[in-house]
């Protein structure tokens, strides 16, 4: 028998743990080490605060404060990405499903989880044609209405109105970038709990919604089997 997901005590954060993590959260993809000035900007804290906050991030290892002053992420940060990985077996199952919705479409496939107010690419796999959306894996994209963000916030069951009975795939065209299109499907864990949107996208004028309608049982039948592999029991 399935759980049901409990709902969030509503209770209001620790300012010392936020300033904390909006020191953390500052650093983005392709950063080295980052100057305290530079740490001050991202986040609109003073230096001083921040610099207190550093030293029990160091602690814990989430930071590390170079000889000539700068900082950069700790060990620790690695470690944690390794056990989330691992927890949800994710990139084991997900890269191979990517691999094949590539063969089979020729689309770029990816795989997103939800981020606060945007969406993390966490798995992809290129499409092999050179006209091509190029996003990275740890890029963040908005929760805007593209088919992806759509399906992580529609089967949010945390969300303010989540909506488990949305028709999939969701289609999409021209939300994020004019010239690119994506079809999505929802993903599921143990206890149907959302793990991620599995997508394919490409240039609108290949992707239209007649070619996503072709590819939409791929799309379906891959996302069925995923949730499988993960413990869910289907959509």
């Given at each position: 028998m399935e759980k049901k997901a409990k709902a969030r005590p509503k209770l209001?954060?620790?300012?010392?743990?936020?300033?904390?993590?909006?020191?953390?959260t500052a650093f983005r993809r392709g950063d080295d080490a980052l100057e305290l000035s530079e740490l001050a900007q991202r986040t609109q804290l003073v230096k001083s605060t921040i610099m207190r906050l550093c030293i029990s991030l160091e602690r814990f290892g989430l930071i590390e404060r170079l000889d000539d002053g700068r900082y950069r992420l700790g060990t620790e940060i690695a470690r944690l990405g390794s056990v989330y990985l691992q927890s949800f077996a994710l990139e084991a199952h997900v890269?191979?499903?990517?691999?094949?919705?590539?063969?089979?479409?020729?689309?770029?496939?990816?795989?997103?989880?939800?981020?606060?107010?945007?969406?993390?690419?966490?798995?992809?796999?290129?499409?092999?044609?050179?006209?091509?959306?190029h996003v990275r894996p740890g890029d963040l994209r908005p929760m805007d209405a593209s088919s992806i963000a759509q399906v992580l916030r529609r089967f949010d069951p945390h969300a303010?109105?989540?909506?488990?009975?949305?028709?999939?795939?969701?289609?999409?065209?021209?939300?994020t970038?004019?010239?690119?299109?994506?079809?999505a499907m929802p993903v599921f864990g143990a206890g149907a709990r959302l793990l991620g949107a599995l997508a394919l996208t490409g240039p609108a004028s290949r992707l239209t919604s007649e070619s996503a309608a072709r590819i939409a049982p791929l799309l379906k039948s891959s996302a069925e089997v995923l949730t499988h592999a993960l413990g869910g029991a289907g959509h």
């Amino acid at each position: 028998m399935e759980k049901k997901a409990k709902a969030r005590p509503k209770l209001e954060g620790v300012a010392s743990a936020d300033r904390l993590l909006t020191v953390l959260t500052a650093f983005r993809r392709g950063d080295d080490a980052l100057e305290l000035s530079e740490l001050a900007q991202r986040t609109q804290l003073v230096k001083s605060t921040i610099m207190r906050l550093c030293i029990s991030l160091e602690r814990f290892g989430l930071i590390e404060r170079l000889d000539d002053g700068r900082y950069r992420l700790g060990t620790e940060i690695a470690r944690l990405g390794s056990v989330y990985l691992q927890s949800f077996a994710l990139e084991a199952h997900v890269m191979p499903a990517l691999e094949a919705l590539v063969a089979a479409s020729g689309e770029t496939a990816s795989f997103y989880i939800r981020r606060g107010d945007h969406r993390l690419c966490l798995f992809r796999v290129d499409s092999p044609s050179p006209l091509r959306m190029h996003v990275r894996p740890g890029d963040l994209r908005p929760m805007d209405a593209s088919s992806i963000a759509q399906v992580l916030r529609r089967f949010d069951p945390h969300a303010d109105t989540p909506d488990q009975a949305a028709e999939t795939p969701i289609f999409s065209s021209g939300v994020t970038d004019p010239h690119v299109a994506s079809i999505a499907m929802p993903v599921f864990g143990a206890g149907a709990r959302l793990l991620g949107a599995l997508a394919l996208t490409g240039p609108a004028s290949r992707l239209t919604s007649e070619s996503a309608a072709r590819i939409a049982p791929l799309l379906k039948s891959s996302a069925e089997v995923l949730t499988h592999a993960l413990g869910g029991a289907g959509h």
